[in-house]
């Protein structure tokens, strides 16, 4: 089962790489696209910072924090996937997204964004949303789910 979930975390690393490849072949050029009016632009980004672009150039920071929550999740899903489907698909939605976020960082110094919602200013990406995703089902996890996990292996 720990495989499903690496996998998972590696599948959305290179969804968000694949996708990066075509916006920067075909959207850099144009810089802006009107996908679905009034709701949806593709608009290509270089994001030098972190959400907002806060805290520009400071990419060997980001690449060592990002590397280490990488790591520290990593290591919580291999301590925890048989406890929870839902800890582990949370898990690896972040490993997954910061992968490939941390893999632009490395090799071309930013973060490609494209993804511009009419209604929510920041311009992100895929796996800024597969974070997102994660971070939101962690939450969950931890709200509803983590004592219940917590009893069932003190009874067990």
Known sequence: MLALYIGIAILVALIDQVIKCFVVAYL???????????????????????????????RIV???????????FA???????????????SAALIIGGGLGNLIDRIFVGYVVDYLALTFFPP???????AITAGT????????????????KLKNE
Request: hydrophobic share 50%.
């Open 62 to 72: 980001f690449i060592i924090v990002t590397s280490i929550v990488i790591v520290l």
């Open 136 to 151: 939101v089902l962690l939450i969950i996890y931890l709200i509803f789910y983590a004592d219940k996990d917590k009893r």
């Open 28 to 58: 850099k050029p144009v810089s802006t696209v009107t996908a679905i009016p009034y709701i949806l632009n593709l608009s290509y980004v270089e994001n030098k910072g972190v959400a907002f672009g806060m805290f520009s150039n400071m």
């Open 75 to 89: 290591y919580l899903l291999t301590k925890n996937y048989k406890k929870s489907k839902l800890f582990s698909v």
């Open 123 to 129: 311009v992100c990406n895929f796996a800024d949303y």
